[in-house]
């Protein structure tokens, strides 16, 4: 039987309303003046201040033209004298643009326009008498607004603009103010998130109070009397009541890069701070929080007069700086000394142009957070930390908590406040509405917290955000709202509340699980520089002991790059090609300087406070061994630990040491391996056992297909889907000398080649495999597994101070969840007396699947780059099956010297700090004592005596005691600072 | 004509999220192949006739740009 399905046709009662509403915003202004003078020059731009024009003068700018260019950024200018009708009014600049256009009349930096708002007040920055404007306007093409939630960013997009026309204008303030009450009115009508009757009742009553004005008049008679009937009939009625206590923080999330290179942050976050404090002339009640103290040096650098004047406000208290950090890093990836020196940099700047330390961290938009970061924060003087993903992104569980205690690792503890819903929104009472019903400890946390304001260059709060909020108490159907700092927030609700609850773990973000691994080779640069820059800092401070200069500077600033390209959208590999090209620059730079300070000498240096006796490929043009396409040789160092001396390569028994049949026999192992270089039994010759149960040393291609976030997913589907692999090369033996046998396959999959060179040593357990791979693939997700023959249901994974025990069953959705996770140099499935690590020299994702381990190895996504990952890679990872456990094993020491290199220097130290790893040896940011780290990472507690009294610091380098005594406990880091002259000499 | 697109098109594109590659070009029929933001754009064509007035201006040419999307799959309703 047919259906038919009754449509109404005719306009609904909403519908009208919503037209009527659309008639009154025609009325904002009153008079408008268009500025026909203007002209602009396109360009784009090169760095954070030049700029390549695309012409050599200015040409006219009409209303109709088009403007802007691919990447583009755009110079306006224009004349006009102020019209006699405007002289002594309020008097406004609008320009309705898509881009982002920073605005300065008269010389004077009045505010600015993009998508999120067209208008600024110019009266106030003007002198008393002005009769000319100039105007000086730059603009950044906003082509990819981030702000995708919000539709009328969305329909704007594109490289080329149309001039919609630039207008000197006075606002009409009785229309403004009613179309506030309606933008208000009508968002809490169309939320389902409010009682029906309620909305009823708004729609009902907002058409009544449009009926009392005649749109037919251009003079809109009855506009008095209908914003009067929305004060006394709609605010004035409380018979419908709501609940909740929200507070309401202002902040813009700036991303230093991501759709756009670095160079344009500086830009974006000039306008961003420019129209905060331009809001916050008008409304002195209004508080703004800005993170990141890269920001606040960019501007200090390149706009001194806005950073004097964001000083005052400042210190009046509206402007807030949070987030203690330098930049909003990842913090899955970067080491442990890499998160401290974020809080180190950016609270030393903090305390020395605002005079303050910063008690927050301020992360609303990492993917999840690594277990070593309480104690990190605990000791860089932060109490609280902040962070919204995993409340709103994970894709399986719901996070349990959103104001809470996180405790870390070693046992530390902060406040942490997960915010219930997204970092961007407009402030609108569906969206608090939806924060208050999605929070979680109603409770027990206090108040929930809901962060206001556009991001990523949309510039933050806008006047209509604030106009809203000042409605809101007139309203009985919302949550009860507050608009407060964010240190007030966190002491009002988190401190010392008895009721909070606690997670004990890593802040596991359920989603982004494919940022371990995209752009591999970001991350085996990150890694290989962490490293280089501890040594550069070790050896400059061991050499400054010899009277040496320490080049403080040039380390600090190599320092400062490392960190700003471990932001959460670069190191993660979440970016356009652009962004990409420049962090390959900064690190090629890094590492250029680095040579440089590091320089050579006569004998290798240990800088590990550890004997060095795992075996080590020494680069030497004469050796007689090659890896990843360099000459040398394989010897075990026997170096002391921070010491130098001379390498002696011993002599081995030439080819004894190794038999090639099907069985391949070393002193260790009895190995069989197939054509493609996996490995069908690894039979242990010493500790008498089988290592191999199934695929071991396979290499997998899967289908990689996570969806629009690209970049940023693996989803758990990627198994469903194998390509396979042919062996263009089968493996066989390509070298053999005293120390190592090589054997080599090459395989092809798809246009890609892969070269695999596995290593047998004399002298060591581990099992070498280099891969060179010629990468050309789409979405594929390249693994190696190894099914080992271990009985576990723990995974254990290094964390780069401490580690991390994970299950590897998927008994409930916790677990399922968590099918990929971070790891840094090794991953380990354990017997008690036995198991198989897996140590890498640059990879980070990994998976767990009962015995299986499963390292993630190339990506190759297309979104945001569709170049990402293409080309050459280079890597290498160690098989090192091993007696009793991860940490009787010693396997952390093993994986350091696998990833530390030796160097030339003639250095050494008589302090050898025994029992913890040496993380960091640098001259304090005073200059006035060498600061040591030292981590504890096997979960022991201990005693060190040290020959002399040292101070105790926390990790922003404050002393807080004196001992000679160091007491830790399991995964502690503690810093000690040994003053440079004899205190009583001063 | 590939070059001119490789070099001085192609970064400014890349800049803005997107990706642009020579395919042909016949006559004055100039073939571009756009990928990741350009793909989905709904006012490419501004820019094609922007890519148009550029080569036009550094050498001398007219062409008349033909863009073939290349979507990736989860762009591609």
New interface residues.
């Given amino acids: 039987m047919a259906h038919i399905k009754v449509v109404r046709r005719s306009m609904r009662p909403e519908e009208w309303t919503a037209l009527r509403f659309g008639w009154l915003k025609r009325h904002i202004y009153n008079k408008t003046y268009e500025i026909k003078t203007l002209q602009i020059r396109d360009a784009?731009q090169v760095s954070e201040m030049e700029y390549e024009f695309y012409s050599d003068d200015y040409r006219p700018l009409i209303k109709g033209d088009?403007y802007f260019?691919?990447?583009?950024t755009a110079f306006i200018r224009g004349d006009i004298v102020i019209p006699d009708a405007l002289r002594g009014e309020e008097m406004w600049f609008a320009l309705k643009t898509a881009a982002e256009i920073i605005v300065k009349v008269n010389g004077t930096y009045v505010g600015g326009v993009d998508p999120n708002r067209e208008r600024i007040l110019l009266t106030p920055y003007l002198s008393e008498n002005t009769e000319k404007l100039h105007f000086e306007m730059q603009g950044y093409?906003r082509?990819?607004p981030d702000d995708e939630r919000n539709p009328e960013s969305l329909s704007v997009?594109?490289?080329?603009q149309i001039f919609e026309g630039a207008y000197l204008a006075t606002v009409n303030h009785d229309v403004l103010d009613l179309v506030y009450d309606l933008e208000l009115l009508s968002d809490i009508a169309n939320s389902d998130l409010f009682s029906g009757d309620y909305r009823a009742f708004l729609h009902r009553e907002m058409s009544r109070a449009l009926d009392l004005i005649d749109f037919e008049d251009e003079l809109l008679p009855g506009l008095s009397e209908a914003k009067h009937y929305v004060d006394e009939v709609i605010y004035k009625n409380d018979d419908y009541k709501g609940s909740g206590d929200v507070a309401l923080i202002a902040h813009s999330h700036l991303d230093i890069a991501y759709?756009?290179?670095r160079i344009h942050a500086v830009q974006k976050n000039l306008r961003t701070i420019l129209i905060q404090l331009r809001l916050m002339d008008r409304y002195p009640e209004f508080k703004y929080t800005h993170t990141q103290s890269y920001t606040y040096e960019s501007l200090e650098k390149y706009y001194p007069e806005v950073f004097e004047e964001l000083k005052t406000k400042i210190a009046a208290g509206q402007f807030e700086p949070v987030g203690a950090m330098f930049v909003e890093p990842d913090c899955n990836i970067p080491a442990a000394e890499s998160l401290i020196r974020q809080c180190l940099y950016g609270q030393h700047y903090f305390r020395e142009k605002f005079g303050k330390t910063v008690n927050n961290c301020w992360l609303p938009d990492v993917f999840g957070n690594s277990w070593i970061l309480p104690q990190i924060l605990k000791k860089s003087g932060v109490e609280y930390f902040v962070s919204n993903k995993m409340s709103t992104w994970n894709d399986t569980n719901r996070f349990p908590h959103n104001n809470f205690i996180w405790k870390g690792l070693d046992g530390s503890e902060v406040y942490a406040c997960v915010p219930p819903t997204h970092f961007i929104t407009w402030n609108m009472p569906s969206q608090i509405q939806e924060n208050w019903e999605a929070y979680q400890d109603k409770n027990t946390g206090g108040q929930t917290m809901s962060m206001f304001g556009y991001g990523d260059g949309g510039s933050g709060v806008t006047e209509e955000m604030l106009e809203l909020m000042k409605r809101f108490k007139k309203l009985s159907i919302m949550p009860k709202t507050e608009h407060i700092s964010a240190a007030e927030f966190l002491e009002k609700n988190l401190k010392d509340n008895p009721n909070l609850e606690k997670w004990d773990g890593e802040l596991y973000l359920e989603m982004h699980r494919g940022t371990f691994t995209t752009k591999a080779n970001l991350k085996k640069w990150n890694r290989k520089l962490e490293y280089k820059l501890r040594e550069a800092e070790i050896i400059s401070t061991l050499r400054m002991l010899g009277g040496a200069l320490y080049p403080q500077e040039e380390l600090r600033a190599c320092y400062k790059k490392l960190l700003l390209n471990q932001f959460h959208d670069i190191l993660p590999g979440s970016h356009?090609?652009?962004v990409y090209r420049d962090a390959i620059a900064d690190y090629v730079w890094m590492d250029s300087q680095l040579d440089k300070i590091i320089g050579t000498g006569e004998k290798y240096f240990n800088s590990l406070n550890f004997e060095r006796t795992a075996l080590t490929f020494i680069e030497n043009p004469h050796g007689d061994s090659t890896r990843c396409g360099k000459r040398g040789y394989w010897c075990i160092p026997h170096l002391p630990p921070l010491a130098h001396g001379e390498i002696k390569r011993s002599v081995g028994t030439a080819n004894e040491w190794c038999y090639v049949g099907e069985t391949v026999e070393t002193p260790y192992y009895k190995v069989q391996f197939a054509d493609d270089g996996s490995i069908s039994s690894l039979y242990d010759k010493e500790l008498s056992r089988e290592w191999v149960d199934g695929d071991f040393n396979q290499l997998k291609i899967y289908e990689d297909?996570p969806?629009?976030y690209?970049a940023w997913d693996i989803l758990p589907n990627y198994k469903n889907k194998q390509y396979s692999l042919e062996i263009a090369e089968p493996l066989h033996l390509t070298e053999k000398n005293d120390e190592v046998a090589v054997f080599e396959t090459e395989l092809k999959t798809g246009n890609s080649t892969w070269r695999r060179l596995i290593r047998l040593f004399r002298q060591s357990r581990g099992i070498e495999v280099e891969n060179q791979v010629d990468w050309r693939e789409k979405?594929r997700l390249a693994k190696v597994e190894f099914d080992c023959n271990v009985l576990t249901r723990e995974g254990v994974c290094d964390l780069g101070a401490g580690f991390i025990k994970r299950d590897t069953h998927r008994n409930t959705s916790w677990q399922q969840a968590r099918f990929e996770v971070c790891h840094h140099k090794w991953c380990d499935l354990s017997e008690t007396d036995g198991g198989v690590v897996i140590i890498n020299d640059c990879k980070y994702g990994v998976g767990f699947d009962e015995n299986k381990i499963s390292l993630s190895l190339l990506r190759a996504t297309?979104?945001?780059?569709?170049?990402s990952d293409m080309g050459q890679h280079s890597f290498c990872y160690l098989i090192l099956p091993h007696a009793a456990d991860a940490v009787t094993a010693g396997v952390n020491k093993t994986a350091l010297e696998y990833n530390i290199p030796l160097v030339k220097a003639d250095v050494s130290c008589q302090n050898t700090f025994d029992g913890l790893f040496l993380q960091a040896m640098k001259l304090s940011e005073d200059g006035k004592m060498i600061v040591v780290r030292l981590s504890e990472c096997d979960g022991r507690r201990g005693v060190m005596h040290l020959p002399k009294k040292v101070k105790l610091l926390n990790m922003l380098e404050d002393v807080e005691g004196e001992s000679d005594t160091l007491s830790y406990t399991p995964f502690e880091i503690l810093t000690v600072g040994i003053p440079l002259t004899d205190e009583t000499e001063q | 004509m590939e070059d001119y697109i490789n070099t001085t098109?192609r970064?400014?594109?890349?800049?803005?999220?997107?990706?642009v590659t020579f395919q042909s070009l016949e006559e004055d029929v100039l073939t571009l192949i756009f990928?990741?933001?350009c793909s989905k754009?709904?006012?490419?064509d501004?820019?094609t006739?922007?890519i148009a007035q550029e080569i036009e201006k550094d050498l001398g040419k007219r062409v008349h740009v033909c863009a073939i999307r290349k979507k990736?799959?989860?762009?591609d309703t």
């Fill in positions: 784009r088009m260019t691919p990447d583009g093409n082509s990819k997009r594109g490289c080329r759709y756009w290179r356009i090609t652009p297909k969806g629009v690209d979405h297309v979104r945001p780059d569709p170049t | 098109i970064p400014k594109i890349q800049g803005d999220g997107g990706e990928q990741g933001e754009c709904l006012i490419l501004r820019c006739a922007w990736p799959f989860f762009w």
